[in-house]
C-alpha cells in the first residue's frame, strides 16, 4: 500500500525505520523558506481562531494543514469484507514469525485477539470459506508457527509448528474472551472497542498464565461479525441500521494452562511510521487486533461519518496531517471517506443535539398528515402545537426501547394527489406558507419535519423545488411516494403508481447539492413502498450523495402477517446502505403495533409514522 505526500512517494511498512523516514523526507520532500513561512502564518491564524468554539479552531487548524507542505493523500481504505483481518495483515505485515487464526464466532476472536496483541503477531480468522485464502498469507509471512483459537482446521504448510489453545476446548460453544482491563464486555460494539484499545504492554496480557475469564455468549443468530453483517437480521451492519449485536458474560473457564511461552514473541513493527489508523464499532476484530499487535494506534470513531457529533468530527477533522488508514467497507472508498470529512468540516451543525448527520444515532416517531384536517392523517387532527404535544407524549412511550435518542416528527403531505385533473397534473400544490406554522412547531420541539410528495402526472423534481425554501430549514427533509405517480393518461385511484429509479436519482442529486452548496446539515430522502413494482429499477438508485440519508418507508397494512411478508419482500436485496422506516396505520392495521412492538421489529426502524 502507497502513500503519496505533497512532493514525494514512499511505502511505509515493518522494515522502514524512523531513520530511514527521515532520510527519504529531506532527500525529496526538503521545504522551502518560503513554505516555511506560510506554515507558520497558517500556524498563528490557527492560534488566533482558539477563541471561536473547539470546532472551528479544529477546522482552522485542518485549513493550515492543507496549506502547509505536508502529507495531503487521500485516505485509504482496507474493506476486510469478511472480517478476516487478511487484508490487515498483508497492509502492515511484511513477515511474521508468528500467526494466530481464529474460529469465526466472537467470542473465539475475542480469545485469539487478547493472544496476538501481546505476542505483535497478526490475527486472521476463518470464516468457513476461507482456508486457502489463509494458507497463502500464512506462506506470503513465512510463518513458521501458528496458534489456532478455536474451531479452524490445521493450516497447510510442511514445516509449520502448529499449536492449539487448549482453553477453548473447554467451553465449546461458549469461548471465552479476556476480561478486557477488569470491564464486561457484553454487546459486539463493545468487544470491537475494546479489541481497539488493546496495550501490547498491558501486564494482564503479558503474564504467564491468563486467570478466570468471563465467558462471551452472542445471541441466537449472530455467531459471527460475518454472519450479522450479511443475514436479514443484520443486513445494515455496515452502515449501522441494525445496532449492536447483543451479548451477555455470563460465566467463567479457567484458561490457567495457556501461556504466550508457548509460542515465539515478536516487537511491535510500526517503527514509528504507521498511518493514523480510523476504525467504527462496525470494523472486523481480526483487523483491529492485528492493527495494534502492529503497534500502531487506533482512533476509534463513534461512526464512520464523522458528523455523527461534534466530538466525532474533532477526533479526525485533522486526519490530512498524515497518510490515513481506514478499516471496514462501512468507510466506502478513500475517495468517499475523504468527502465525509470535508463535508464534516463545512457543513452546519444545528440539528438538535449539535448533529450533522440526520441518521444513525437516534430514531423519530412521526404523525402524518397535511394542515386541512383529518381526512389526511393524524397530524391534522389538532393545530400545531397540540399535534406536537399528542406526538411527545407517543414518542416517550418508545424511549425505554431504544438505545438511541427518540425523538418527534411530522411528515407533512405538502402535494396531495388529486382525483380530479386540476391543473392538469392531478396533484394539489399546498402553498409553503400553510406548512410552516406546523414546521416551526416540530422545529420548536427539538424534532424534525418531512415534507411528503404525492405527484400525481407532475415530475417530481419539479414538485420538490417548488418547496425549496422549506428544504433550505436545517431539519425539513424530503418524502416521495410513488403510489400517487401517475403515468400522461392516468388517474389516481385506479392503480397504483411506480416511479423509475432514474427520476429518484434526479431528486436526489438536487437535494444533495442543494444541501451541499448551503453546508446544511443530512437531509433524509424517503422513499414509499409497499408493491415492489412501486420503485422500478430499485437497484439502480444512485446512493452515492453523503448529504442524503435514504430510507425505505415501508407502508403495507393489515394484519401482522401481511405486513411482515410486505415488510420482508421490501428488505429482499435492498442496499445496506438504505435506513428502514415503518408506518403504523391507526384504523386499518388488526391491531396497531404498540411501541414495544414495533421497535422489537427486525431490522428495527429509525423512522416510524403514525396515519
Request: aromatic share 6%; hydrophobic share 40%; with cysteine.
Amino acid at each position: 500500500m502507497t502513500f503519496v505526500s505533497t512532493n514525494c512517494r514512499h511505502r511505509w511498512g515493518r522494515q522502514l525505520t524512523v531513520a530511514a523516514v527521515a532520510s527519504l523526507l529531506l532527500a525529496g520532500c526538503a521545504t522551502t523558506e518560503e513554505e516555511s513561512t506560510r506554515a507558520q502564518s497558517s500556524t498563528t491564524s490557527t492560534e488566533t481562531s482558539q477563541a471561536a468554539s473547539p470546532r472551528e479552531a479544529a477546522k482552522a487548524a485542518n485549513r493550515a494543514i492543507k496549506a502547509a507542505p505536508r502529507f495531503q493523500p487521500t485516505p485509504e481504505v482496507l474493506p476486510d469484507r469478511d472480517y478476516s483481518g487478511i487484508d490487515a495483515s498483508a497492509a502492515l505485515f511484511e513477515t511474521s514469525e508468528t500467526v494466530i487464526i481464529s474460529g469465526p464466532s466472537v467470542p473465539e476472536q475475542l480469545r485469539a485477539a487478547s493472544l496476538a496483541v501481546p505476542s505483535h503477531a497478526p490475527m486472521l480468522r476463518f470464516t468457513g470459506v476461507n482456508a486457502a485464502a489463509i494458507n497463502q498469507e500464512i506462506a506470503r509471512l513465512k510463518a513458521s508457527t501458528v496458534l489456532i483459537v478455536g474451531n479452524a482446521p490445521d493450516p497447510t504448510g510442511t514445516e509449520l509448528t502448529i499449536l492449539r489453545d487448549t482453553g477453548t476446548f473447554k467451553a465449546v460453544g461458549e469461548l471465552t474472551a479476556l476480561e478486557f482491563h477488569r470491564h464486561e464486555v457484553g454487546t459486539l460494539e463493545q468487544a470491537v472497542r475494546a479489541v481497539a484499545a488493546l496495550d501490547p504492554a498491558d501486564p494482564q496480557l503479558l503474564q504467564a498464565g491468563f486467570a478466570a475469564m468471563p465467558v462471551f455468549t452472542n445471541q441466537p443468530g449472530v455467531e459471527s461479525q460475518v454472519d450479522a453483517a450479511v443475514s436479514p437480521q443484520g443486513r445494515a451492519a455496515i452502515t449501522g441500521n441494525n445496532g449492536s449485536a447483543p451479548a451477555r458474560a455470563n460465566d467463567t473457564v479457567d484458561f490457567s494452562e495457556v501461556t504466550l511461552d508457548a509460542f515465539p514473541a515478536q516487537s511491535a513493527t510500526d517503527g514509528g511510521v504507521a498511518p493514523v489508523i480510523v476504525a467504527s464499532p462496525a470494523s472486523g476484530i481480526p483487523a483491529l487486533a492485528t492493527i495494534r499487535a502492529y503497534g500502531a494506534d487506533i482512533r476509534m470513531m463513534d461512526y464512520h461519518d464523522p458528523r455523527i457529533n461534534e466530538a466525532t468530527l474533532l477526533q479526525v477533522i485533522g486526519l490530512q496531517e498524515a497518510p490515513v488508514l481506514a478499516v471496514g467497507q462501512q468507510f466506502g472508498t478513500g475517495q468517499s471517506f475523504a468527502q465525509s470529512i470535508d463535508l464534516a468540516e463545512a457543513t452546519d451543525y444545528s440539528l438538535p443535539g449539535g448533529r450533522a448527520l440526520v441518521l444513525p444515532g437516534q430514531r423519530m416517531i412521526a404523525y402524518y398528515g397535511h394542515p386541512s384536517g383529518p381526512a389526511l392523517g393524524v397530524m391534522g387532527e389538532y393545530p400545531p402545537a397540540e399535534a406536537v404535544a399528542h406526538l411527545q407524549e407517543l414518542t416517550a412511550q418508545y424511549q425505554p426501547f431504544s438505545a438511541e435518542p427518540v425523538v418527534p416528527a411530522f411528515e407533512i403531505i405538502a402535494t396531495v394527489a388529486s382525483a380530479g385533473p386540476g391543473d392538469g397534473d392531478y396533484s394539489n400544490e399546498t402553498d409553503p406558507a400553510e406548512l410552516i406554522p406546523y414546521i416551526d412547531a416540530i422545529t420548536a420541539a427539538g424534532g424534525y419535519a418531512v415534507l411528503d410528495l404525492q405527484p400525481g402526472r407532475a415530475s417530481l423534481l419539479e414538485q420538490a423545488k417548488r418547496y425549496e425554501s422549506l428544504l433550505l430549514r436545517p431539519n425539513v427533509s424530503l418524502a416521495l411516494d410513488p403510489e400517487w405517480k401517475l403515468g400522461p393518461d392516468e388517474v389516481p385511484l385506479t392503480q397504483v403508481g411506480h416511479v423509475d429509479a432514474a427520476e429518484i436519482n434526479d431528486v436526489s442529486q438536487w437535494l444533495a447539492q442543494l444541501t451541499r452548496e448551503h453546508h446544511l446539515p443530512q437531509k433524509m430522502l424517503v422513499l414509499h413502498q409497499f408493491q415492489l413494482q412501486m420503485i422500478r429499477n430499485r437497484e439502480q438508485l444512485d446512493l452515492d450523495h453523503p448529504e442524503l440519508a435514504f430510507v425505505l418507508h415501508a407502508d403495507g397494512h393489515g394484519v401482522p402477517a401481511e405486513k411482515f411478508a410486505t415488510f420482508d419482500a421490501l428488505l429482499t436485496d435492498l442496499d445496506p446502505r438504505i435506513f428502514i422506516a415503518w408506518k403504523n396505520f391507526i384504523d386499518e392495521d388488526t391491531p396497531t403495533f404498540t411501541p414495544q412492538e414495533t421497535f422489537a421489529i427486525e431490522p428495527k426502524p429509525y423512522f416510524v409514522s403514525y396515519q
